[in-house]
């Protein structure tokens, strides 16, 4: 059974280009999550989904975040326009009713 | 003041050395106790999951939940290079919720 897929691994652009990442979640998880990781923050939560709905955004960082799950096994997060401190390593977990299980994570440098 | 702190480490230790690592929270809420496994360039990896206080284990690794002090220690026992890794703990209040998680422990394992 395959685990969280997320795409691209890496992502490499320059400041005020949209990226969008994205995740497939594992067959019949309910829930999903966008994390960032970096050394000065470590993990933070941006948003979670429960059942296709939006349940928690308060971890987004600010509008030009946004985050969407357009059907049961597929999430994107977008950011546009992006800037250098948007750099992370950005992950994806599902879960069907806690301990998430993660995606590899996208690791995202803008210059 | 974080709702739950861990010491970032780094913590060094011989092969073969029990190891303790550490986590206090804040939130009486918290229920569900995790312990996440993150290696470098890798998505976190769900070890351990407790919900009740006392201890619970799984081979040369033992979960410890003491509610009353708001205090979660994950142990282990005959340490290997191969679990230098980042220690993440992580923490909910009820199963369909957002995980809370620590800034992480790192784990060196000596030869």
């Known amino acids: 059974d395959a685990g969280v897929i997320q795409s691209p691994r890496h992502e490499v652009t320059e400041m005020g280009q949209e990226v969008t990442l994205r995740c497939k979640l594992i067959?019949?998880?309910?829930?999903l999550f966008w994390y960032r990781q970096t050394m000065m923050r470590g993990l933070e939560l941006l948003i979670y989904?429960?059942?296709?709905?939006?349940?928690?955004d308060s971890g987004m960082p600010e509008d030009r975040f946004s985050a969407k799950m357009p059907n049961a096994s597929f999430s994107t997060l977008k950011i546009q326009p992006s800037e250098p401190r948007d750099s992370a390593v950005y992950f994806c977990?599902?879960?069907?009713?806690?301990?998430?299980?993660f995606g590899p994570g996208t690791r995202l440098l803008v210059l | 003041q974080k709702e739950v702190e861990q010491d970032p480490g780094p913590l060094s230790v011989p092969e073969g050395a029990i190891v303790s690592l550490n986590c206090t929270y804040s939130n009486s809420a918290f229920q569900y106790f995790m312990w996440y496994r993150q290696y470098s360039r890798k998505g976190p990896e769900l070890l351990m999951y407790t919900y009740s206080s006392g201890n619970k284990e799984d081979g040369r690794f033992t979960a410890q939940v003491d509610k009353s002090s708001k205090y979660i220690s994950l142990f282990i026992r005959d340490s290997q290079p191969s679990d230098s890794a980042t220690y993440l703990c992580?923490?909910?209040?009820?199963?369909?919720?957002?995980?809370?998680f620590g800034t992480g422990t790192r784990l060196q394992v000596t030869l």
């Open positions: 067959s019949g998880h309910n829930s």
């Open positions: 989904f429960n059942n296709n709905v939006p349940i928690d």
């Open positions: 977990a599902s879960s069907p009713f806690g301990g998430e299980n």
């Open positions: 992580a923490m909910m209040t009820g199963t369909a919720s957002k995980l809370t």
